[in-house]
T-cell receptor, first 113, second 114 residues
Framework: AQSVTQLGSHVSVSEGALVLLRCNYSSSVPPYLFWYVQYPNQGLQLLLKYTSAATLVKGINGFEAEFKKSETSFHLTKPSAHMSDAAEYFCAVSGSSNYKLTFGKGTLLTVNP | EADIYQTPRYLVIGTGKKITLECSQTMGHDKMYWYQQDPGMELHLIHYSYGVNSTEKGDLSSESTVSRIRTEHFPLTLESARPSHTSQYLC?????????????FGPGTRLTVT
């Protein structure tokens, strides 16, 4: 069984500030971890994924995430927020044999000018 | 860029109507999925398919049904829509093989049943 917990349903930052979105997972097998972004009235777009190679994963739009097995975490960061980063962000895990993704509840990121 | 399409994007219908939400992908992916998404909630898998003539129910019970007659097409049908079916429905697909393969999502259909 696997699950994802995203701490903070809403995060607000100023433009230019650090973005930190938290994700903790539970998995009975080595996990594959994903971060997706959803802009209003759109589907989900993959930001980055961890598949047991490097623990620091770089994604699109300047985002990166670090896999920490000891903390069962996969937090998403970006050094400097841009107004265009305002969106909802979902963390997801897969690791069973059936290719299904389990999603967290999402974190809405607001960027203030 | 993902090539997965959903129609209609928005649909408002009355109770009791039969509806079909369309999903098509041009990537040749074997695996396809339907998710239900409510505001402020996680995506819930309601159906998935591993290939033609293969369909399975997901983690969230749903009164909808699906079919997979062609690789590229994975429609979802509600025989009699009810207000409780009001939600956003997202279709996705992924490649064969590697568990770490990401899912590609369509833009979604926002369904309102009055």
């Amino acid at each position: 069984a696997q699950s994802v917990t995203q701490l903070g349903s809403h995060v607000s930052v100023s433009e230019g500030a650090l973005v930190l979105l938290r994700c903790n997972y539970s998995s009975s097998v080595p996990p594959y971890l994903f971060w997706y972004v959803q802009y209003p009235n759109q589907g989900l777009q993959l930001l980055l994924k961890y598949t047991s190679a490097a623990t620091l994963v770089k994604g699109i739009n300047g985002f990166e995430a670090e896999f920490k097995k000891s903390e069962t975490s996969f937090h998403l960061t970006k050094p400097s927020a841009h107004m265009s980063d305002a969106a909802e962000y979902f963390c997801a895990v897969s690791g069973s044999s059936n290719y299904k993704l389990t999603f967290g509840k999402g974190t809405l990121l607001t960027v203030n000018p | 860029e993902a090539d997965i399409y959903q129609t209609p994007r928005y649909l408002v219908i009355g109770t009791g109507k039969k509806i079909t939400l369309e999903c098509s992908q041009t990537m040749g992916h074997d695996k396809m999925y339907w998710y239900q998404q409510d505001p402020g909630m996680e995506l819930h898998l309601i159906h998935y398919s591993y290939g033609v003539n293969s369909t399975e129910k997901g983690d969230l019970s749903s009164e909808s049904t699906v079919s997979r007659i062609r690789t590229e097409h994975f429609p979802l049908t509600l025989e009699s829509a009810r207000p409780s079916h009001t939600s956003q429905y997202l279709c996705a697909s992924s490649e064969e093989g590697f568990l770490g393969d990401e899912q590609y999502f369509g833009p979604g259909t926002r369904l309102t049943v009055t």
